[in-house]
């Protein structure tokens, strides 16, 4: 039997792909359940977090594993099989320990270094005990994830190379700033009772927030939650707990809220948080883009400036000249082509700039235009004339004919951006599927960090020094882990052969009875000891040197020729490694 891993994460998949296979309580169980029945696979364990599902299975067939162990994904996921293939990654044996005990070290996180994780391969290893779908491997090998994990954060910096997602999200939120000073004074709502929501409830608690609202769709687990909150020791914040039906309300009185619900559709739609932040910003519903007050283009958005005060009285820009193939907004106020408009035609071509010229030429910035075009910007000249900027449109049109584009000859003028308000409240979303609508993104007064958001902010962060050290763990870690499975696949045949040993001497001394009917007792047990002795002598070097051979890579074949050379029966190996893992797992404690 050998290792397989099959699974799908943040770094093989997009999120929209992760929040259409996302699988609850129930469908892991029934996961597990399926692939322990299927023919590939004796053990199973299923690790679904936030943003990664992964089979783990003891196959017999390399193949037909992956192709059962995919099938099951996509069937339970509800992503048909061809969608989800594309993002799926495979391994085998040692690539597979490798693959958990990096992930068990806050190496593949999102955020690197979380320890979080650890509790969920310790809750998985708990849910395949519970369900007898973890055998001696899968038990072996969760648990001594478990051991690396702890090892990695104990004896290395892991923790400075990045944070649990919460706090990383929450340092996203507050801009990268300290986040007590930014929490300090809040009032939080938390939505959702689950590990990750108590962990960002117990994080907004120890940043100072001044109350912490709990909504869940069971009451009393918010309860308890809220109650925890208050028993705390080092914290001294307010803590309540509402029904779910209560969010709306709350949300209108929160400065920040944290969502993780195991809810397959949204939370929070962008219409629910546009209502809950109306009239606690003035342009607190305006979606960039769009007409309306506060918005580019609307009475009091950004539009309404400098830009559209060029265009004198009718509030129309430059730009907006039918004919006129350049942007002239962009220009800063020039009416006419000059050496300050050098920037707004750099790239134009030969035909554009002649056109350019002609448009100038006719007259179609003049009169009053023109004047109100120039007092746009003091100091600057009301009325151009073109025939001054003939010989530079000249030269500029001599340098097309020889390079075909005009040159970038200075930095462009800055373009102001559209001025958006600090925002009046932000918004957490750690669920996936997703619990809030993305289109929040675009609501004027509000912060949005998601799952998505924060796999970009985390992709540029620097990795720590540690990391390397981590990584040196994980390699030694998985190659003693790789002897070990090794040596004790070769255990129950050597147990096996000594057995057979142990009959032959016991048969050779009932013959020697009955030869010698008239042996004493004393002389029998010598002649037992040292028939013994012997046997356990001509077997000790060649168990010892077969283990050590059976530990190496590709040491598994010396079972197979113990087995030959000593006529072993197969079925007694099989009875001997059935008795040590029912020995084993009696002896094993829960995860």
């Not at 948080?273 to 506060?294: K, N, Q």
């Not at 960090?449 to 540029?460: F, K, P, Q, R, T």
Request: one cysteine or more; aromatic letters at 2%.
């Amino acid at each position: 039997m050998s290792l397989l891993v099959v699974g799908l994460s943040h770094r093989s998949a997009p999120v929209s792909v992760l929040e259409r296979a996302t699988l609850n309580a129930d469908a892991q169980v029934k996961l597990l359940q399926d692939t322990v029945a299927a023919e590939p696979a004796s053990e199973a364990a299923v690790l679904a977090t936030c943003n990664r599902i992964e089979l783990y299975a003891d196959v017999d067939k390399f193949h037909a594993g992956v192709a059962e162990l995919s099938t099951l994904l996509a069937q339970h996921s509800g992503v048909g099989l061809e969608e989800l293939t594309p993002y799926l990654y495979v391994h085998y044996e040692d690539r597979a320990v490798h693959h958990l005990f990096s992930v068990a070290c806050g190496l593949d996180s999102m955020v690197v270094g979380e320890g979080q994780i650890l509790g969920q391969i310790k809750d998985s290893l708990a849910r395949a005990q519970e369900l007898h779908s973890a055998g001696r491997l899968l038990n072996d090998l969760f648990q001594q994830a478990l051991r690396v994990g702890k090892r990695a954060h104990s004896e290395t910096g892991i923790d400075r190379a990045g944070q649990s997602l919460v706090t990383f999200g929450l340092e996203q939120l507050a801009r990268g700033g300290d986040v007590q000073q930014w929490a300090r004074g809040k009032r939080a709502l938390v939505i959702g009772a689950g590990s990750m929501s108590s962990l960002a409830a117990a994080t907004l608690a120890r940043a100072g927030v001044a109350e912490i609202v709990v909504a869940n769709r069971t009451l009393d687990r918010a309860e308890r939650l809220a109650q925890i909150l208050m028993d705390g020791d080092d914290t001294d914040v307010l803590a309540r707990a509402v029904p779910m039906e209560s969010v709306p309300a709350e949300l209108t009185r929160a400065d920040v809220t944290v969502s993780c619900t195991g809810a397959t559709g949204l939370v929070l739609t962008a219409e629910s948080v546009a209502g809950a932040i109306e009239g606690r910003t003035p342009a607190s519903a305006t979606v960039p883009g769009e007409d309306g007050p506060g918005a580019p283009g609307g009475e009091s958005g950004p539009a309404a400036g400098p830009a559209a005060q060029r265009g004198g009285a009718s509030g129309t820009s430059l730009g907006s000249e039918d004919g006129c193939p350049l942007e002239l907004s962009s220009v800063q106020g020039t009416a006419g082509f000059s050496v300050l408009g050098e920037a707004a035609v750099a790239g134009m071509a030969a035909a554009d700039l002649e056109q350019h010229a002609a448009w100038v030429d006719n007259g179609s910035v003049g009169g009053d235009r023109r004047a109100a075009a120039g007092s746009a910007r003091p100091g600057q000249t009301g009325t151009l004339d073109p025939a001054a900027d003939t010989d530079a449109i000249a030269a500029l049109a001599a340098t097309v004919a020889t390079v075909g584009r005009i040159p970038e000859r200075r930095r462009p003028e800055p373009v102001d951006e559209p001025h958006r308000p600090e925002p009046v409240l932000f918004l957490l979303d750690l669920a996936m599927p997703r619990d809030i609508d993305a289109a929040v993104h675009r609501l004027t007064g509000v912060r949005l960090v998601d799952i998505e958001s924060l796999a970009e902010a985390s992709a540029g962060a620097p990795m720590a020094a540690d990391v390397d050290q981590v990584r040196r763990i994980v390699s030694d870690e998985v190659a003693a882990f790789g002897a070990a499975l090794r040596a004790a696949h070769i255990t129950p045949t050597v147990v096996a052969l000594r057995t057979m040993a142990a009959d032959v001497v016991a048969g050779e001394i009932a013959r020697l009875d009955g030869r010698l009917p008239g042996l004493d007792d004393k002389h029998r047990a010598e002649i037992t000891q040292t028939v013994r002795r012997v046997v356990d002598k001509l077997l000790h070097a060649p168990t010892v040197r077969v283990k050590q051979l059976a530990a190496e890579p590709g040491g598994a074949g010396y079972a197979d020729a113990l087995r030959t050379l000593f006529d072993l029966d197969p079925e007694t190996v099989a009875a001997v490694s059935r008795a040590e893992d029912s020995t084993t797992e009696k002896d094993r404690g829960p995860a």
